[in-house]
């Protein structure tokens, strides 16, 4: 990583990319905001929308788009969320509204942005919003529509409640939307040529079957991949297209992870505890996910998936019925919001990346996710007897963040879980 | 063996010195501004009095929330394990203590003589139980001391419900200004702390196997709340105060050998 | 026509006696646990300062936290109603008012004449905003009035005090003290913390000139300087901030009075 | 609002607004089973059918206990009270709960009702959040069709087309009641207060509704018989997170304004509209439910906004009371979006945020008296 690149890392309070492509995929990203800017230029209407909406529909049109709750994500990366959510605030939106949208909210309502946000963020024409995953992720967006008097289109996720498999009428339903998505986009100027959605379809399996090669590796013990890394991987799927090198990037990607564990190199040089964290990923001081390592233990896997949209199950893709088996493929996944589905995930990933113990923070401010935390606790311990720890964190909006507090909580944790590992040794 | 055991609380400091598995002597000072050397003069005191050099102590173990700035301590202990580490080294058969301290609260679960199963700490918006009763017994002019006492006398039920501390007081202000009896509105406070520390016996299944401890352990009204909500007679040992001190001296023992 | 205006805080008890167009009299007393008494001993003060007695009074209207608990008045009206009323007898042009008593802060908009058109009160969060202040002065005992003094004295914004929550600001201090940051840092801290938390109030409310600040807050030099700066403009300040709220509860009694007799005279 | 001579026949609405239970208990041990509901996008007919009474649940004022610890406190309290009820064995009485699609801490409680009560698993109607239009009348269909097997699997008989249309009809009639007493609202002074139409209206969402009609007729009459009440301050409607107890209306008329108008659960949002009747009556529930723009969970927003604002001509509102339960999402992003289109029409809106158990009512009493002090002081 040229010097240039690690003194901006070194002032911003992220941590500086591990893995040699991590810096490859934030250039692309990069090239995705310029490239929409370009797009704008040009005339193109340009969409504000959601990770959870079928982007391959986007990319098959030649929809520019910009994703609100990654950028809103950034926002609290780099440390500007106590002014955007000022400005959402004096709005009169409640500090009790989800923090992350709020941020959100801030970045869309004011123009003086900081260079990042200046290139990151382009003046949306249309709006493609979604009820996924949560109350708040289906309403941050009415915002950006009231303040552009943009047109809009909704798309309505119905929950899984069924349990696997999904019905019919449901998949249909979804299915529809999608096609109303595309009416709308076509409306506004835009054409679909099929044999284009069945080849982004295509590459979304190819890149989905790539992904969970990475996971593979990403499972191995010592943990070969830190936190922060796994977050940039997670967005690169959303931020960098077929055109731009994502399938390279990922094979780059696997083939270092590939690398590291062969050889046995792990992020800490004595791995001694592997933790899940369970939550928002604490956005405002991303360090802290490198906190425990001082005690040898690591993050061996974070749950960016909330940000970024859980990867799509590569296996119900199916490039000739693209609609349909989107629509199957997204509310299958993990992230659609009842507990079930959240919970067989994580007692699954607790057996995958052979964790010792959970992290499950609660973000005050998260409709989501609090409720299914004591659910998912239980159902841990019951399935493989790993103990996990609830306790407050507010990681988004620096203004309630405390470092102290989590330090302690993160302190006793490690603490605790050695004692019971010394002693079972 | 000679062993100490700092606990340097946001309001209290508690000194102990463990003796040939006993506990020697043991002092409670204010913590006031400056943790360090508030922690030194209480060490440096319950040494003087036991006639024990600072060079016979084979280690210094240090917990509460003031632990990471007391340099001279060789140990650093949580406040999770010098719960429960305090009531196995007094009463072994114990398996799970619950610890009502001046900063926050804690429910430990933990097998009889054995490693720690599961555990829980108030949640924010609920941190700072001593310090809310402080500002209680200012409002309404009532000394902390005599709060459990009056509580018992009660008998009308008033709902102090929220869980904030800065709203639970807004709450006690207007029923102080709607002439309801005093002792009324201290058994409504003490409800609402016990309500929230058997939510979290409750996370963490606690079996009837426990002991409180901590500061507002001597509270009559709480622990008569918390039996009313538990269900079960609860055992206070006899200086619940310095019990996470004598956890942290004896965690540094055992992790000696 | 002589009206009594009572105003029982959380913290303090207040009372003002108007005659005609003027301050007769005026008391401040702190507010013992018992608000009906506080209200009767600040009424006694008040009535032998202007050697009246209570039947002397037309109109008698009670405000603030215990004023439903004042027997003697005729009327209880809201303490935001009665500070907007008070502040426009002191400045005329006034159209934001900050009133921060004990127990929550409030930013209140009015018109040409004193009458509320917009308010907003502090979420439950800051709920102690003006409570905070009270507990960092008994924390860092320093006496309440001397906290602005000792928190210009620090240089710059002092440490920084995120936290809305009283309790959880509370902690941040207790870590700077350990750290042996000076009181005047942290008390800059405090105040720069409180200023940044009400601006976001006076935003919300839309913020027109004059602007008044009232309640006990107003002595507090720290907290007024600093939110000058935020707002830049200038904070108007009459010469006894906290009888703003009892002033405009006497004046509603004499306007309340005057509609009275009016609907009597036209009914006869 | 003075001189108001209190209605005899509201009584029955009062007993069973204290003690809902009770009626439940009353028709097990006269008529048969009970299903619990929540969430008024459960279509109460296919249940009334199946020859069994759907009982809507509701909380209590006491604070939540053990609920946090299974919910965390910062999510919705008024279901994290319902929680604490069904921990405490309050509703074991339940043959069946059916829930639906609202919020999110709708489907957590879904989740945790099958996990930790001791009770026959819940069952989920997923009826889409995206109403007003063609696209889901297939799937929401079929969700009720669903709905209605599931019911049958508990009545043990068949609900026919004709007892459908029978329970439509015996619903319409409640409503249409409901809609006539509050119509009396819109004169000036209204003939009842919004406390007496808040109790009508909740106790009749709880007792049977074959009951509940005849009781309607004699307390509409009674009304109409009364001397109107005198002078009133500040026109206010009510809006807002559900409301499950008069307290709060009741707070606003304590103050010298009066409600009248509320766009409740409890209280319009429940009757305002009529499902027409049709040979095939699950298409007309679909499109009794598609049409109305009843909650902040459902899309389009546009269209509950224009609802309100329709309201407050209709029942010439001064001005807009908006209660926000803590942490409930919804409605906390509505808000400030309805204060900007209820100002382009100058209508004045107060957003309040409370908490279900009456915690910081005295700093609560405070805004609204202000909020009304803005109209005219009397």
């Known amino acids: 990583?040229?010097?240039?690149?690690?003194?901006?890392?070194?002032?911003?309070?992220?941590?500086?990319?591990?893995?040699?492509?991590?810096?490859?995929?934030?250039?692309g990203f990069v090239k995705r905001f310029t490239d929409v800017k370009q797009a704008k230029l040009e005339g193109k209407p340009v969409v504000y929308t959601t990770v959870l909406a079928p982007r391959e529909i986007l990319q098959a049109m030649g929809v520019p788009y910009v994703f609100g709750n990654v950028l809103g994500a950034y926002v609290s990366i780099f440390g500007y969320s106590a002014k955007y959510c000022q400005i959402a605030e004096d709005l009169g939106l409640s500090r009790e509204v989800c923090a992350a949208h709020r941020c959100t909210v801030g970045l869309s309502q004011h123009d003086e942005r900081e260079d990042f946000f200046n290139l990151a963020y382009t003046e949306p024409d249309l709006v493609i919003g979604s009820n996924f995953p949560c109350s708040a992720e289906s309403k941050s967006f009415l915002y950006v529509i009231d303040r552009y008097k943009t047109p809009s289109y909704i798309i309505d996720t119905p929950a899984n409640t069924w349990k696997c498999p999904v019905p019919e009428h449901a998949v249909t339903y979804l299915a529809r939307q999608y096609q109303g998505m595309i009416r709308f986009l076509e409306e506004n100027g835009y054409t679909l040529d099929m044999d284009k959605l069945r080849e982004e379809?295509?590459?979304?399996?190819?890149?989905?079957?790539?992904?969970?090669?990475?996971?593979?590796?990403?499972?191995?013990?010592?943990?070969?991949?830190?936190?922060?890394?796994?977050?940039?991987?997670?967005?690169?799927?959303?931020?960098?297209?077929?055109?731009?090198?994502?399938?390279?990037?990922?094979?780059?990607?696997?083939?270092?992870?590939?690398?590291?564990?062969?050889?046995?190199?792990?992020?800490?040089?004595?791995?001694?505890?592997?933790?899940?964290?369970?939550g928002i990923p604490p956005l405002c001081d991303f360090k802290l996910l490198n906190y425990p390592e001082k005690h040898g233990a690591v993050v061996a896997k974070s749950l960016v998936e909330f940000l970024t949209g859980f990867n799509l199950d590569p296996d119900l893709i199916d490039p000739d019925n693209p609609l349909e088996s989107l629509a199957r493929a997204s509310i299958s996944s993990p992230i659609n919001p009842t507990s079930q589905g959240m919970v067989d995930y994580f007692v699954q990933a607790v057996k995958d990346y052979r964790i010792d113990g959970v992290v499950s923070i609660t973000k005050r401010t998260c409709c989501l996710l609090p409720g299914s935390q004591r659910l998912i606790k239980d159902a841990i311990f019951k399935e493989t007897g790993v103990p996990s720890v609830i306790f407050d964190l507010d990681c988004i909006d620096a203004r309630d963040y405390d470092a102290a507090a989590a330090h302690a909580n993160l302190d006793s944790f490690v603490e605790i879980l050695m004692a019971k590992k010394g002693a079972a040794s | 063996m000679i062993l100490a055991g700092l606990d340097v609380g946001a309001l209290?400091?508690?000194?102990?010195?463990?003796?040939?598995?006993?506990?020697?002597?043991?002092?409670?000072?204010?913590?006031?501004?400056?943790?360090?050397?508030?922690?030194?003069?209480?060490?440096?005191?319950?040494?003087?009095?036991?006639?024990?050099?600072?060079?016979?102590?084979?280690?210094?173990?240090?917990?509460?929330?003031?632990?990471?700035?007391?340099?001279?301590?060789?140990?650093?202990?949580?406040?999770?394990?010098?719960?429960?580490?305090?009531?196995?080294?007094?009463?072994?058969d114990m398996e799970g203590v619950i610890d009502l301290g001046g900063e926050s609260t804690r429910v430990v679960k933990f097998e009889a003589g054995g490693g720690i199963v599961d555990y829980a700490q108030n949640d924010k918006c609920a941190a700072g139980t001593g310090m809310f009763l402080d500002a209680m017994s200012k409002v309404m002019g009532i000394k902390v001391e005599d709060m459990g006492a009056l509580s018992l006398q009660s008998t009308a039920e008033v709902n102090i419900t929220s869980m904030c501390v800065a709203f639970a007081e807004s709450e006690v202000v207007s029923q102080?200004?709607?002439?309801?009896?005093?002792?009324?509105?201290?058994?409504?406070?003490?409800?609402?702390?016990?309500?929230?520390?058997?939510?979290?016996?409750?996370?963490?299944?606690?079996?009837?196997?426990?002991?409180?401890?901590?500061?507002?352990?001597?509270?009559?009204?709480?622990?008569?709340?918390?039996?009313?909500?538990?269900?079960?007679?609860?055992?206070?040992?006899?200086?619940?105060?310095?019990?996470?001190?004598?956890?942290?001296?004896f965690a540094a023992s055992q992790q000696g050998e | 026509m002589i009206t009594l205006g009572v105003d029982i805080g959380s913290l303090t008890g207040k009372a003002v006696i108007f005659r005609d167009h003027e301050i007769l009299a005026w008391d401040i007393i702190l507010t013992g646990p018992d608000s009906m008494e506080t209200g009767k001993t600040v009424t006694e003060n008040v009535l032998n300062k202007a050697g009246l007695k209570l039947e002397d009074m037309e109109f008698i209207v009670s405000t603030g936290y215990g004023r439903i608990v004042i027997p003697f008045a005729h009327k209880n009206i809201s303490e935001i109603s009665c500070h907007?009323?008070?502040?426009?007898?002191?400045?005329?042009?006034?159209?934001?008012?900050?009133?921060?008593?004990?127990?929550?802060?409030?930013?209140?908009?009015?018109?040409?004449?004193?009458?509320?058109?917009?308010?907003?009160?502090?979420?439950?969060?800051?709920?102690?905003?003006?409570?905070?202040?009270?507990?960092?002065?008994?924390?860092?005992?320093?006496?309440?009035?001397?906290?602005?003094?000792?928190?210009?004295?620090?240089?710059?914004?002092?440490?920084?005090?995120?936290?809305?929550?009283?309790?959880?600001?509370?902690?941040?201090v207790i870590s700077y003290l350990r750290e042996g940051v000076s009181k005047s840092e942290v008390l800059a801290g405090a105040c720069e913390a409180l200023a940044s938390r009400v601006r976001g109030l006076l935003t919300r409310v839309g913020i027109q000139n004059d602007f008044i600040i009232s309640g006990g807050i107003a002595k507090n030099p720290g907290v007024v300087k600093r939110l000058e700066q935020k707002l830049n403009t200038a904070a108007n300040i009459c010469f006894e901030p906290q009888i703003v709220g009892a002033l405009g509860a006497a004046i509603f009694g004499k306007e309340l009075a005057e509609k009275r007799n009016k609907k009597r005279s036209e009914t006869q | 609002m003075n001189n108001i001579t209190p209605l005899k026949s509201i009584t029955p609405f009062k007993e069973a607004i204290a003690a809902p239970g009770k009626i439940a208990l009353d028709w097990k041990a006269h008529n048969g089973k009970v299903i619990g509901f929540r969430c008024i996008s459960v279509p109460e007919e296919i249940i009334w059918a199946a020859g069994m009474l759907p009982f809507p649940l509701y909380g209590t004022q006491e604070a939540v206990r053990l609920a946090d610890s299974y919910f965390q406190p910062c999510t919705c309290e008024f279901v994290r009270n319902i929680f604490d009820l069904a921990l405490d064995k309050k509703f074991s009485f339940l043959d069946?709960?059916?829930?639906?699609?609202?919020?999110?801490?709708?489907?957590?409680?879904?989740?945790?009702?099958?996990?930790?009560?001791?009770?026959?698993?819940?069952?989920?109607?997923?009826?889409?959040?995206?109403?007003?239009?063609?696209?889901?009348?297939?799937?929401?269909?079929?969700?009720?069709?669903?709905?209605?097997?599931?019911?049958?699997?508990?009545?043990?008989?068949?609900?026919?087309?004709?007892?459908?249309?029978e329970a439509i009809a015996l619903y319409n009639e409640t409503?249409?009641?409901?809609?006539?007493?509050?119509?009396?609202?819109?004169?000036?002074?209204?003939?009842?207060?919004?406390?007496?139409?808040?109790?009508?209206?909740?106790?009749?969402?709880?007792?049977?509704?074959?009951?509940?009609?005849?009781?309607?007729?004699?307390?509409?009459?009674?009304?109409?018989?009364?001397?109107?009440?005198?002078?009133?301050?500040?026109?206010?409607?009510?809006?807002?997170?559900?409301?499950?107890?008069?307290d709060l209306i009741e707070m606003i008329e304590e103050v010298d304004g009066v409600v009248v108008a509320d766009?409740?659960?409890?209280?319009?949002?429940?009757?305002?509209?009529?499902?027409?009747?049709?040979?095939?009556?699950?298409?007309?529930?679909?499109?009794?439910?598609?049409?109305?723009?009843?909650?902040?969970?459902?899309?389009?927003?546009?269209?509950?906004?224009?609802?309100?604002?329709?309201?407050?001509?209709?029942?010439?509102?001064?001005?807009?009371?908006?209660?926000?339960?803590?942490?409930?999402?919804?409605?906390?992003?509505?808000?400030?979006?309805?204060?900007?289109?209820?100002?382009?029409?100058?209508l004045p809106i107060s957003i309040l945020d409370i908490g279900h158990d009456r915690s910081g009512y005295g700093q609560l009493r405070t805004r609204i008296q202000a909020f009304i002090e803005m109209f005219d002081i009397e």
């Not at chain 1, 593979?216 to 922060?228: F, G, L, S």
């Not at chain 2, 005093?182 to 409750?202: E, L, P, Q, W």
């Not at chain 4, 009396?184 to 009749?204: N, Q, V, Y």
């Not at chain 4, 001397?227 to 809006?239: C, E, N, S, W």
Request: charged share 25%; glycine share 6%; hydrophobic share 45%.
């Open chain 1, 1 to 27: 990583m040229n010097q240039q690149n690690h003194d901006r890392a070194e002032s911003l309070p992220i941590p500086a990319p591990d893995l040699k492509v991590i810096d490859q995929m934030q250039i």
């Open chain 1, 201 to 278: 379809v295509a590459f979304s399996k190819r890149l989905n079957e790539l992904i969970a090669e990475v996971e593979v590796y990403r499972r191995a013990v010592p943990t070969p991949i830190k936190a922060y890394d796994s977050v940039i991987a997670a967005c690169t799927p959303l931020l960098v297209s077929k055109e731009s090198g994502a399938e390279l990037l990922f094979e780059k990607l696997r083939d270092e992870l590939k690398e590291r564990v062969d050889n046995g190199i792990g992020i800490v040089p004595n791995e001694r505890l592997r933790l899940l964290w369970i």
């Open chain 2, 12 to 92: 209290w400091t508690k000194a102990v010195i463990l003796k040939d598995g006993a506990v020697a002597v043991y002092s409670v000072a204010r913590t006031g501004d400056m943790a360090e050397e508030a922690a030194e003069q209480c060490l440096n005191g319950v040494l003087a009095s036991a006639g024990i050099s600072r060079s016979d102590v084979a280690a210094v173990a240090v917990t509460g929330v003031g632990k990471k700035l007391i340099p001279f301590a060789d140990k650093q202990v949580s406040e999770i394990v010098s719960a429960a580490k305090g009531i196995q080294y007094l009463y072994p």
């Open chain 2, 176 to 249: 102080v200004h709607r002439q309801t009896p005093k002792k009324d509105i201290v058994r409504g406070i003490h409800k609402s702390i016990a309500s929230r520390v058997y939510g979290m016996v409750n996370s963490v299944g606690l079996s009837e196997k426990n002991m409180v401890i901590g500061g507002l352990a001597l509270n009559v009204g709480i622990i008569a709340c918390l039996e009313e909500l538990m269900k079960i007679k609860l055992a206070v040992p006899e200086n619940p105060r310095i019990i996470s001190a004598i956890g942290a001296a």
């Open chain 3, 84 to 172: 907007a009323k008070g502040a426009h007898y002191f400045f005329p042009t006034a159209r934001t008012i900050l009133d921060m008593g004990g127990q929550d802060c409030k930013a209140i908009r009015c018109d040409e004449n004193g009458k509320v058109t917009d308010f907003v009160m502090n979420d439950k969060c800051a709920a102690g905003a003006g409570r905070s202040m009270g507990i960092m002065a008994d924390f860092l005992n320093v006496p309440l009035e001397q906290m602005g003094e000792l928190s210009l004295q620090a240089a710059g914004d002092g440490v920084p005090i995120s936290s809305m929550c009283v309790v959880f600001a509370r902690s941040e």
């Open chain 4, 96 to 165: 069946g709960l059916v829930l639906s699609n609202t919020c999110d801490i709708m489907k957590r409680f879904y989740d945790l009702w099958n996990a930790y009560i001791d009770a026959p698993d819940a069952y989920f109607i997923n009826n889409p959040q995206k109403l007003m239009q063609d696209a889901n009348r297939d799937y929401h269909v079929e969700e009720f069709n669903l709905f209605k097997k599931w019911i049958e699997s508990i009545s043990g008989a068949s609900v026919t087309d004709k007892k459908l249309n």
């Open chain 4, 175 to 246: 409503r249409s009641l409901l809609k006539e007493i509050a119509l009396l609202r819109k004169s000036d002074p209204p003939l009842l207060t919004g406390t007496e139409a808040f109790i009508i209206s909740m106790g009749a969402t709880i007792l049977p509704k074959n009951a509940v009609n005849p009781l309607l007729r004699e307390v509409l009459a009674e009304i109409k018989e009364r001397q109107a009440p005198d002078v009133f301050g500040a026109r206010i409607l009510v809006t807002g997170s559900i409301i499950d107890s008069p």
């Open chain 4, 263 to 346: 766009d409740l659960c409890t209280s319009m949002r429940y009757y305002w509209h009529q499902v027409e009747e049709s040979p095939e009556p699950i298409h007309a529930l679909y499109s009794y439910m598609n049409k109305r723009p009843y909650c902040a969970c459902m899309h389009p927003m546009g269209a509950r906004f224009d609802y309100i604002k329709d309201l407050a001509r209709e029942f010439k509102a001064d001005a807009v009371i908006q209660f926000n339960l803590k942490n409930c999402q919804p409605f906390l992003f509505d808000a400030p979006l309805l204060k900007k289109e209820l100002e382009l029409m100058d």
